[in-house]
């Protein structure tokens, strides 16, 4: 066999093969790197609720910690390493003797932070510039562990993203958080507590 056949006959066997092994490392190139998010100081979490004689209360958390991981793509969005962490000092209200009564029943200095670990985001489908999903995860809130499904709805503009929803906790039973009382227990609050959030990430390097 002349050499110019073995030659012919190697390229139609390995050409094939080489050449999509090539395409193979272009689209793993493409594929869209994971990026940090962290919580912005303008983050916002509002808690409300009532008591046994009618009265409402209201309280902000204005401290934060943790991040997320987002992953962008054509027509596409992912999360993944997903945190929170919520500074119980920083549960602030109005009414002074309303956040000493907050403090006390969260154990304040036992359990300095509320956690909040997402196990897995669901966005629900095609991802835009606004999108819905729910985040599935463990919340601990003064030893307290309970597994809860959050729905959220976001934004992305440009490299800010924009995180908002509500949600509803019974205290004593999801966490075993006494409720707060006054007036040798005349008052007591509602174990009731409905969270509202509106928070604000950014890439971390920024």
Known sequence: MRLSAIVAAFLLLFLPLSTSSIAAAQDTDSEAEPVRYTYH?????????????????????????GSAEVTLGEGSLSFSNVTLEVYTGSILSDRGSVEEKIHEALRKDSYPFIF??????DVEGPASSEFTAQATGEMIVAGGRQNITVDIT??????????RGEQQFHMEDDFGVERPSAMMGAIRAAAEVLVRFDMQLTPASN
């Open 41 to 65: 100081e303008s983050s916002e979490m509002i808690l409300e609720g009532s008591s046994n004689v009618g009265r409402s209360w209201d309280a902000q958390a204005t401290e934060f910690g």
């Open 116 to 121: 909040f670990r997402v196990d897995e985001v």
């Open 154 to 163: 976001g934004t992305m503009d440009g490299e800010n993203l924009r995180v």
